[in-house]
């Protein structure tokens, strides 16, 4: 594979299983517009956070290739899902054999790398898909980055769909919200600190604050991706040379592409005009 790729400098590859990512983009673009983007959303097969540890890393994979047969060097997975069970397959296994000079980063270690920043009480509370909880990965990057810290996790199953299928500012989204932030903060009294640890979450701060009380810090993730991608890019000239430089973005998405582009224009504020692709 790596004789096909191209090897003309590309854009920033971003990519999750559905929309939940675009907060993540929109943060990143934010502190470094100069960049070109690529975007991919895997809506069709979306949500991905209740899939087995095997498909999420077979689809993650796919999509990877992907943006990198389309010109990334440098792909982030902006999902948590992804990152907790497919970043450490591709990064030791398939990376060396696609291309080891291409890149893939997560959105777990940034975020646990900020948290001694942000928590006093050193209890941390995680709210997560399904399958971000049950793979431990948050639970293990605290514990090697800050092992004095307890931690606490929620899987939320619904809060995905509720975003994906617009009903995030719904008044049966307080219901869902409501109920796992309780289960959580019940759990351990002490947490002052909860991660919102899936990139579709930020779309229901509004309501996560209401149920949350207010000397516990909500903490989305998206500014802590972005100043981590602008260190490594800083940090490493022969990749910031890779990523080509001219402001533009391009969406793709596995589903239909007028839909995206609505939800897209909502979650970005601006216009978006997606394209289709199958994996
Ligand atoms: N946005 C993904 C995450 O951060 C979630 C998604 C899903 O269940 O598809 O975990």
Known sequence: MNGQLPTAPGPIGVFDSGYGGLTILRQIRGMMPQYDYLYLGDNAR???????FEVVYEFTLQAVCRLFEMGCHLVILACNTASAKALRSIQQNDLPRLDPTRRVLGVIRPTVEALDAVSRTGHIGIVATPGTIRSNTYALEIAKLHPEMQVSGEACPM??????NNEYDSPGADYFVEKRMGNLLRHDPQIDTVILGCTH???????ILQYTPREVTVMPQG???ASSLRDYIQRHPEMAARVTQGSTTRFLTTEQP??????AAI?????????????
Not at 258 to 263: G, L, P
């Open 46 to 52: 979306a949500p991905y956070g209740t899939r087995s």
């Open 159 to 164: 809060w995905v769909p509720l975003v994906e």
């Open 201 to 207: 979450y930020p779309l229901l701060l509004p309501k």
């Open 223 to 225: 500014e802590y991706v």
């Open 258 to 263: 007028e839909q995206f582009s609505q939800s």
């Open 267 to 279: 979650f970005l504020g601006e216009a978006v005009e997606a394209e289709r692709i199958q994996l």
